[in-house]
């Protein structure tokens, strides 16, 4: 998405209150936000209620008429700190993830998407296995697509902080894949 559209966005919202801006605010980050949260948490559940939760803040926080210079990085802190307190609550490690159903027809289709499954399966453990700053900065790099700067902006660190870790990151991850 454009970030002139987001700030576009954001103005609707911080100045008129504009509920379908926030609504179309959600539209486009909301799988993302979700994506984010899951790779973190236990269940699918788990993971939608968190991230119906962060958008309930982010629309409390644009109501207190702060200044807000990025709607995505205020979604990813949000998020970020309801994970944590999620940790603290339970205080207890991520749990397995859960594989979707499989049409078991043509069997040649079937094994191909089994096969694809697995391979997701293993990466996701093996971002699991990775310390909380690895599997933040791949996470956000890798799979949300978001530019050095953003990050950044979201783990409060400085670019070459980022490039650091995800180097480190994606190293560790390999080494863990090929165990």
């Known amino acids: 998405m454009p970030k002139l559209n987001e700030k576009v966005l954001l103005y609707k919202l ?3 209150r504009d509920p379908e801006a926030f609504a ?14 899951f790779f973190k948490v236990a269940g ?36 970020r700190n309801a994970i944590i307190d999620l940790y603290r609550a339970k ?7 859960a594989i979707g159903e499989m049409e078991l027809g043509d069997q040649g289709a079937w094994t ?15 971002l699991k296995q990775l310390k909380q700053e690895y599997r933040e900065a791949v996470t956000l790099r890798y799979v949300d697509g978001l530019e050095i700067a953003e990050i950044a902006e979201i783990l409060g660190k400085g670019k070459i902080a ?3 870790t995800l180097h480190r990151g994606i190293k560790k991850l390999k080494e863990l894949l090929e165990e």
Not at 24 to 37: N, P
Not at 47 to 68: G, M, P, R
Not at 72 to 79: D, F, H
Not at 112 to 126: P, T
Request: overall charge positive; cysteine-free.
């Open 14 to 16: 911080q100045t008129k």
């Open 24 to 37: 179309r605010l959600y539209d486009l980050y909301a799988k993302r936000i979700y994506r984010f949260i």
């Open 44 to 79: 699918h559940e788990e993971a939608e209620d968190i991230t119906s939760e962060v958008f309930l803040k982010a629309w409390h926080y644009t109501k207190e008429q702060k200044k807000i210079e990025s709607f995505s990085g205020l979604l990813y802190k949000l998020a």
């Open 91 to 97: 205080n207890r490690q991520v749990g397995a993830i």
């Open 112 to 126: 191909k998407q089994l096969g694809v499954k697995m391979e997701a399966e293993r990466i996701v453990g093996g």
């Open 162 to 164: 980022v490039r650091v």
